[in-house]
């Protein structure tokens, strides 16, 4: 049963935080941007070269990797599943941790919108403590 309800925790985490990278992140003026038309810009922060394709490769492929989790969860493959979601969790909770606090920027013309980056950081919480919760449960007779 505990394996149940922490599956059920890590899928509503999953989604949440994939929902959470299409909400905007950045402001611009009157103009909002998601993560992945963030990551588009990557070159005016000096990531243009090869570290640049890596960010934008591990964040495009966090997506897919939620979708893997919850097919696994699914198919009742319970301990890869959770694996792979405390992955998707420490990569999508550390970047929104990050860009949540840097604050809202109010006066400013540029800034962090803080909707994405929490609603992704509460999803990658929420499908942690999913996964932990199956990790550490007692494997069915």
């Known amino acids: 049963m505990r394996r149940t309800w922490g599956a059920g925790i890590g899928v509503v ?3 949440t935080a994939v ?12 103009v909002t941007r998601d993560s ?3 990551l588009a810009l990557r070159g005016f922060a000096g990531l243009d070269g090869l570290s640049g394709e890596v960010v934008r490769g591990v964040w495009v492929a966090l997506t897919p990797l939620a979708v893997c989790c919850v097919v696994l969860w699914l198919v ?3 301990r890869i599943a959770s694996c792979a979601a405390l992955l998707f969790g420490t990569i999508a909770g550390t970047v ?3 860009a949540a606090v840097q604050g809202g920027n109010e006066g400013s013309l540029v800034g962090i919108n803080p909707t994405g980056p929490v609603v992704t950081l509460g999803g990658a919480v929420l499908g ?6 199956v990790l ?5 007779p």
Do not use: C
């Open 13 to 15: 985490g999953l989604i």
């Open 19 to 30: 929902v959470g990278a299409f909400l905007p992140w950045l402001r611009s003026g009157s």
């Open 36 to 38: 992945y038309e963030v």
């Open 76 to 78: 009742r493959l319970p």
């Open 96 to 98: 929104a941790a990050l």
């Open 128 to 133: 942690i403590a999913g996964a932990i919760t």
């Open 136 to 140: 550490t449960a007692k494997p069915a």
